[in-house]
Each structure stands twice: as C-alpha cells, then as structure tokens.
C-alpha cells in the first residue's frame, strides 16, 4: 500500500497534511531533535525488542502508539527504525463545524455540565472524560516562548497559523521502516496542530519560538508499505515538562537531547 503526503498551498502557507482516502494513507511526521550521541543504539535496541515483542514482560512497558518517537541521529538514509503510524477510518473521525456554527458552543472547563449537556453525554461517561481531559489540556499555561490555541474550527486553525507565519489502509500500525530519503524544507517557523478527542475537530495549534526542522522522510515498511511523511526537529526541549512522554519513550531527560517523532494521519505541519 503507498502511503502518499499531501502538499497544498493556502493563505501563502505550505500545509504539510496527512488526508485519508480510499486504500491510501498520507502521514505527516514530526522530529524534535538536536545532535547528541550517547547510548541511542541501544536505546534503539530496546525500542524495538519492546515493539516486537509478544510477551507481556515487554509489551507492558510500552503503548505501541507511543513509538513514534526518536533521536535526530537515527534519520540517516538506510537507517531503520520502529515506527507506529496508527490507522485512520476516514467517517471516524470527528466531523470539522464551520467558524459560525462552533463558535456558538461553549468551549470552556467552566461550562463543562453545559457541554455535556449540549451532546447528551453522562457525567463520568468515557466520553465526558475525553471532553474535560480536551479541555483541561487546552486551557494549561503555555511553556516559555511557546504559543498555542485550540481551534475549534479549521478557518480557526488557520487564522491563528496566519498570526504566527504571516500574511482504507493498511492494518498494520506498527512496523520496522527504512529510511530511503530524507528532504529537509527550509522553514524559518513551524506551527504543528494536533487533533484532540472531541465530538467535533478540535485542533491544538502550538508555535515555539525554539528552533525547530521540518523533513520530508520516505520510507518503506517491513512489510512493503511506501510512506511519504514528515518529521519536525525540534533542538531545544529544555523548556518542555520533565513528565513529557517523549523523555520516557527515549529514557532522557529535558533539554539533554533531542527528540524526534512522527505525526498521525490526521494531525498538521504548517510552514510559511
């Protein structure tokens, strides 16, 4: 199965974006990076035995959707590396509300009894508690030269990208990939929009002033499958909370490496 990446030119903004169709999956990546060698290899090593691995003694320790993290140093050509790119049901994911219709609903921890209200969801149900965690995360303080929104909207998520740029598939999540090319795209700022579990799409946008590289990565999986992502490198962490899973994925600590990692089929790389 190809995996293919879309490229497409809006408010003078390259959106990096990874749009489901029919037998295709096109993934973005992200990599937060910075060049440091200590014992990567072997933490590679563990990585992997923890991804393939059946017994419980490993696959514990370790969500597999999770591995999408690792070092700038492995995004060599003919590297290989685990990698989960999760699968994406096109009419299973939330459906995107115009600015107008979103606007008029509450989106705020306060009005919580409201929102649940709002969808005829319980209190305490998994959905309710998808809604807060959402909403708390939205409404957490930003790190140090960080800025971010949740976009409850996608004219939302592009008009806070402007304020910072300027004017079926393959069951197999996860698997082995060579790296068979790698294009870095020059870009002087990046905003990275990941969606969040809500009834309809939210976007949590976030910019950081910290420098950060955007690649095109082409790779090919275990089994065959062809994936154009990209990967974002981002080269200074020291900023970013101790409990960031990144740390506990690569087993590092905050601001001693850089962290590398790929982006879901629905989530967006924006570069002027």
């Given amino acids: 199965m190809d995996v293919k990446l879309a490229i497409c030119t809006l408010l003078h903004l390259i959106l990096l974006a990874a749009c489901n169709g029919s037998g295709t999956m096109e993934s973005d990546g992200k990599i937060i990076g910075g060049a440091k060698t200590h014992n990567h290899n072997a933490r590679q090593n563990m990585r992997i035995e923890q991804v393939h691995s059946h017994s419980s003694s490993h696959m514990h320790h370790m969500d597999p ?11 060599k050509q003919g590297n290989t ?12 994911s939330p459906r995107s509300l115009p600015k107008e219709e979103a606007d008029l609903i509450p989106f705020s921890s ?8 709002f969808f005829s969801f319980p209190e305490g149900s998994p959905q309710a508690i998808a809604i807060e965690d ?12 960080e800025t971010k929104t949740c976009a409850t909207s996608l004219e939302s998520m592009f008009d806070f990208t402007k304020t910072i740029l300027g004017s079926k598939e ?24 990941h969606t969040m579990p809500y009834p309809y799409a939210v976007f949590y946008c ?15 999986g ?27 994925v690569l ?19 924006l570069v002027p």
């Fill in 222 to 248: 275990e089994n065959g499958d062809k994936v154009e992502a990209v990967a974002v490198c981002h080269m200074d962490t020291s900023q970013w909370s101790r409990n960031h899973v990144s740390f506990q």
């Fill in 134 to 145: 959402t909403l708390r995360q939205c409404e957490t303080k930003h790190i140090k030269g």
């Fill in 65 to 75: 959707s999770l591995i999408v993290f690792f070092f700038v140093e492995d995004l």
């Fill in 110 to 117: 306060e009005k919580l009894d409201h929102i649940l209200q």
């Fill in 81 to 92: 590396i685990p990698i989960y790119f999760p699968k994406r049901e096109s009419d299973a």
């Fill in 170 to 193: 393959n069951n197999t999540l996860l698997q082995k990939y060579t790296i068979m090319g790698i294009r870095e795209i020059p870009a002087n700022k990046m905003v990275a929009c």
């Fill in 206 to 220: 976030h910019y950081q002033e910290s420098e950060s590289r955007v690649y095109q990565v082409s790779l090919v």
């Fill in 251 to 269: 087993g590092i600590e905050p601001g001693s490496f850089p962290v590398c990692h790929f982006f879901p089929a629905d989530n967006f790389v």
